[in-house]
């Protein structure tokens, strides 16, 4: 089992940037499928975007024209590049993985063995 380790998080203004980063030791990414997720106390985990081993992605509407994630297989490195950020954005984000690669853009949460232990996101108005 491959960790995953994410980093990048932060506080921002409304209307900021951050880039976060997860990192694994293993050649997953190549072959699977990733997503990143984000969780508020007291609701369930959602679904933010999925990215599969060709770097085809998909999006939550909400972050559509505002996150964009992407692999870098060099590195074994997901990130999630996030603009105009928003203060309904606040969350913890996880980054998950499997190395299954089908129906990868219509996984769950449940659909992903493998997850980093999250990094906190938070926006201010």
């Known amino acids: 089992q491959a960790p995953l380790v994410e980093s990048g998080g932060g506080s921002v203004q409304a209307g900021g940037s951050l880039r976060l980063s997860c990192t694994t030791s293993?050649?997953?990414?190549?072959?699977?499928?990733m997503g990143w997720f984000r969780q508020d106390p007291g609701k369930e985990r959602e679904g933010v975007a999925r990215v599969d081993r060709d770097n085809g992605t998909s999006y939550e509407d909400s972050v559509k024209g505002r996150f964009t994630a992407s692999i870098n297989n060099a590195k074994n490195t997901l990130y999630l590049q996030m603009n105009n950020l928003k203060p309904e954005d606040t969350a913890m984000y996880y980054c998950?993985?499997?190395?299954?690669?089908?129906?990868?853009?219509?996984?769950?949460?449940?659909?992903?063995?493998?997850w980093g232990r999250g990094t906190q996101v938070t926006v201010s108005s």
């Open positions: 293993g050649n997953m990414f190549t072959r699977g499928c």
């Open positions: 998950a993985a499997t190395w299954i690669y089908s129906n990868c853009h219509t996984r769950g949460p449940d659909g992903f063995p493998h």
